[in-house]
């Protein structure tokens, strides 16, 4: 699931992009190119933005704030920064001015307080003269056609294969991130297209794709960029794919719910101590959002990480698959992945497959009828199977689909329904 940033010379090709062949060109010409070094900026876990007297978009009032961590390592930018890296300065949603030059984010449960000339957290929202501006609508640093098991999502579309889309920045600082060249990356340092929603949804049926996901880094920094193309996605037949850490206000996610046809949550632990150490970020604001996704109907899978010595233990993954099945109910897909050393998380080795083999165990012992493992090559819970029948549905090899078997979302063999999106 590594992604590349893409140089800023591709930006009329890609917007003329007319045809499949074309999408696959762009990005076999730059995937083995290095991706920019990241800058100092890039890892830290905030950046200050610009503010001003902010129009309040969606000013109801706002829900209690949660004890959100501290909002650190702010740091300043201009308008006049902006310009000269060509990024956004388009006027962000859900915000609330607390002073004449001071604001305060409600897009994610870090609600930055965030004085004028700075950046929140995330990098990609900036406090102008007290109004907060997005920076990154419509500026691109990855864009691909992906086989929609990649993100991972299986029971929605098998085998198609969906638009990839990403903006730099993210609302969790993991230290394990495999994409934090750009998800850790300043939005002014990073090389970006301009791509507008209407380009995306066009590129995205040129290239043959029934889907657009919102990946790679974290959608909800891009949050206006996302719900735009979406709703436009929605009226030319497309499905949206969203692929999250989950950290988002309730009140933005009950509209992205408007648009969104299905979700990939990464829950990255099961404790408090856990989000803590390796996010930064909080666990409560995390399973709420698959309470609110189940309550809207948007179809979820959910991707566990496991990092040996940190969120492995059997007694963590029994709470936690207790959780899913008393919460989310026993046929959300459940994805076990393996670690490989990444970013700052360079002293564990990678997962074992028995932990990984050992999880799904646990989750099939709880009840969950389907588990799968992840960056596990040849593993047979790669593939799909019958709840009741156990007759193997969809069959899978890496990205290699055989979905033979599922005929108008149900098993061939036996006639038994199975959750999920297959038209």
């Known amino acids: 699931m590594t992604t590349r940033t893409l140089n800023s010379t591709l930006a009329l090709p890609l917007i003329g992009m007319v045809c499949a062949a074309f999408v696959y060109s762009l990005w076999d010409a730059y995937a083995h190119q290095p991706p920019p070094a990241a800058s100092p900026a890039a890892t830290c876990p905030a950046v200050l933005h610009h503010s001003s007297p902010p129009v309040l978009h969606h000013s109801s009032p706002p829900a209690p704030a949660l004890a959100a961590p501290a909002a650190a390592n702010l740091t300043r930018f201009s308008s006049n920064e902006a310009v000269r890296a060509g990024l956004s300065l388009r006027l962000a949603e859900y915000w609330t001015n607390l002073t004449a030059t001071r604001v305060q984010c409600r897009l994610c449960p870090r609600r930055c307080v965030i004085p004028d000339g700075y950046r929140g957290a995330c ?92 990946t790679y880094t974290e959608p909800t920094i891009f949050f206006e960029y996302m719900r735009d193309t979406a709703r436009l996605a929605r009226q030319h037949g497309l499905r949206n794919i969203w692929v999250t850490c989950g950290y988002i206000e309730e009140e933005p996610l009950r509209e992205l719910c408007q648009y969104i046809d299905a979700a990939n949550v990464d829950l990255k632990g099961f404790s408090k101590e856990f989000y803590g150490t390796y996010t930064q970020g909080m666990l409560d604001p995390v399973l709420r959002c698959f309470g609110v996704l189940k309550e809207r109907g948007v179809w979820t899978e959910l991707t566990n990480l496991l990092i040996p010595g940190a969120n492995d233990d059997p007694a963590v993954i029994s709470n936690m698959c207790a959780w899913i099945v008393a919460t989310l109910g026993r046929d959300v897909p459940v994805h076990f992945s393996r670690f490989q050393p990444n970013y700052k998380l360079l002293d564990r080795p990678p997962t074992p497959v028995g932990t990984i083999r050992m999880a799904v165990a646990i989750a099939q012992g709880y009840g969950v009828r389907f588990v799968y493992s992840g960056n596990v090559a040849g593993d047979p819970h790669e593939s799909t199977y019958c709840p009741a029948c156990g007759a193997v549905v969809v069959k899978r090899t890496g990205y290699d689909i055989d979905a033979r078997n599922l005929r108008d979302g149900a098993c061939a063999t036996c006639g038994r329904k199975l959750p999920g999106i297959w038209h």
């Open 123 to 214: 990098r990609a929202r900036v406090n102008i003269a007290g109004r907060l501006h997005t920076l990154v609508y419509g500026k691109a640093v990855a864009v691909n056609v992906d086989p929609i098991e990649k993100k991972p999502i299986f029971h929605v579309l098998p085998g198609s294969r969906t638009f990839s889309l990403a903006t730099a920045g993210c609302n969790m600082n993991c230290n394990f991130c495999q994409n934090w060249e750009i998800s850790q990356a300043d939005p002014a340092r990073t090389r970006s297209i301009n791509i507008t929603p209407e380009e995306i949804v066009a590129a995205a049926l040129r290239a043959g794709c029934r889907s657009i996901a919102y």
